[in-house]
């Protein structure tokens, strides 16, 4: 990695040498240094979360994994990886949305009901942002009809909508 003093902007700041020596001006597109673009990332995650020699261990982990989700937020991960995946190659997306899957579907309907109205529309958003990558893309296409039925879940909740209504107003 290099610095790049000159920048003043923080996402400009840290630069990344791949090995034929360009240099890639933005931390986010560096797969070597965010764990959200690392397979091995959400390989190991998998392997915590889902586990998939022994179904019987599946209520166990609910145990220990519900109160860990309560001090991660999930919602703002969700985004961060939903927006990066336009700077990923096809071979890469394809190679990493099943691993984030795999995880989602066991984190996100555990997490989900600590998430407000705000956060769950600007994940919708995301999802919006990133659907056309879903036709070639089924693993995603699966993520995001969980976030979409989240969203449309919090947005069905009458307080909500007086909610959303009070938020289109200003």
Known sequence: MDFDKTSKRQGETIVCRNPSGSRRTKLTVCRETNPLLDTRFWTLLTEIVSPTENLSLAPRVNVWLVPLLARIPVSPIAMSFLELLYSLDEHHRHE????????????????????????????????????????????????????TSSFRASLANASTRKKVYSLEML
């Open 96 to 147: 990493l949305t099943p691993l984030v899957y795999r995880v989602f579907v066991v984190i996100w309907p555990l997490s989900v009901h600590k998430f407000g109205f705000e956060a769950l529309s600007d994940c919708f958003v995301a999802v919006l942002r990133v659907f056309k990558l879903c036709e070639s893309d089924e693993s995603l296409a699966q993520i995001c009809c969980l976030i």
